[in-house]
């Protein structure tokens, strides 16, 4: 797997979280590499839509990624269909904006599960079925690097996630599966309309990021490719930021320059 032309023929990608978002467009990039992706959500109606836009190469099946019978059964299904994975790419989730003292009980359990539990699951599944090997690449986050007020539950379970690729990339090394994860920062999805967003200056955040502007769902997914492909086949074990530069280090607010 390279970035050659048509280079992912034969590859079997099952993505979570794929009705929208970075999985999305993951899939949608999979795809016209000429992969064969399942794409898994628990929005049926997202996904189904995806999945029929993206043609024949695209397969939408439900998945709750905090059920451990829907991970075997998925996984069963792309064995008996000659389509065993070979690529997993955990990118299901949501996110909790709130102060710890106002995070309930339930939320903080909610994005436990769905962000670390799910990609637990994930790992498992992945080394069960990717007995010729593999690569599987999970979706951290900056908030997993860099600790974010008002989003302590997010921010811990990514950080799990980050926890998890390193233990899978040192046990599943000898099978040969690699075992990445991806940070992303500031990246226009549907996650920031949750509650909770809304009263955040997104102008002054912006503004705070080196590269001066949000990323796209794109440029995520060409880092995803990247990880699962070939151009990355000594790379196990780590953590690759895409944040426009936020984790570096931090710059000096200037005065606004008047323009004439």
């Given at each position: 797997m390279d970035d050659m032309a048509e280079p992912w023929h034969g590859t079997h990608v099952l993505v979570t979280g794929a009705s929208g978002g970075i999985g999305g467009a993951t899939a949608e990039l999979f795809v016209a590499k000429g992969a064969?992706?399942?794409?898994?959500?628990?929005?049926?109606?997202?996904?189904?839509?995806?999945?029929?836009?993206?043609?024949?190469?695209a397969h939408y099946r439900r998945l709750d990624v905090t059920d451990e019978t829907g991970w075997q059964a998925v996984t069963a299904e792309m064995e008996q269909a000659g389509h065993l994975m070979n690529v997993l790419v955990n990118s299901a989730g949501t996110a909790v904006k709130a102060p710890l003292a106002h995070?309930?009980?339930?939320?903080?359990?909610?994005?436990?599960d769905q962000h670390l539990v799910g990609t637990f699951?994930?790992?498992?599944?992945?080394?069960?079925?990717?007995?010729?090997?593999?690569?599987?690449?999970?979706?951290?986050?900056?908030?997993?690097?860099?600790?974010?007020?008002?989003?302590?539950?997010?921010?811990?379970?990514?950080?799990?996630?980050?926890?998890?690729?390193?233990?899978?990339?040192?046990?599943?090394?000898?099978q040969g599966i690699r075992v990445n994860s991806v940070c992303p920062g500031s990246i226009t999805t549907e996650i920031t309309a949750?509650?909770?967003?809304?009263?955040?200056?997104?102008?002054?955040?912006?503004?705070?990021?080196?590269?001066?502007?949000?990323?796209?769902?794109?440029?995520?997914?060409?880092?995803?490719?990247?990880?699962?492909?070939?151009?990355?086949?000594?790379?196990?074990?780590?953590?690759?930021?895409?944040?426009?530069?936020?984790?570096?280090?931090?710059?000096?607010?200037?005065?606004?320059?008047q323009k004439a």
């Open positions: 064969t992706v399942y794409l898994t959500d628990i929005d049926d109606i997202g996904g189904r839509k995806r999945a029929l836009e993206l043609g024949s190469r995070t309930a009980l339930d939320q903080f359990r909610r994005m436990i699951l994930g790992l498992r599944a992945a080394a069960a079925a990717m007995t010729a090997g593999g690569s599987v690449v999970n979706i951290s986050s900056l908030r997993g690097v860099l600790a974010t007020a008002e989003l302590g539950a997010y921010g811990a379970a990514k950080s799990g996630v980050r926890a998890l690729t390193r233990v899978a990339a040192l046990e599943l090394a000898e949750a509650p909770g967003f809304a009263a955040d200056d997104v102008e002054a955040y912006v503004r705070s990021i080196p590269m001066q502007r949000r990323g796209a769902p794109a440029e995520v997914a060409s880092v995803i490719a990247f990880l699962a492909g070939a151009g990355s086949s000594y790379v196990t074990g780590t953590d690759l930021l895409v944040d426009g530069g936020t984790a570096a280090g931090v710059r000096t607010p200037k005065f606004p320059t």
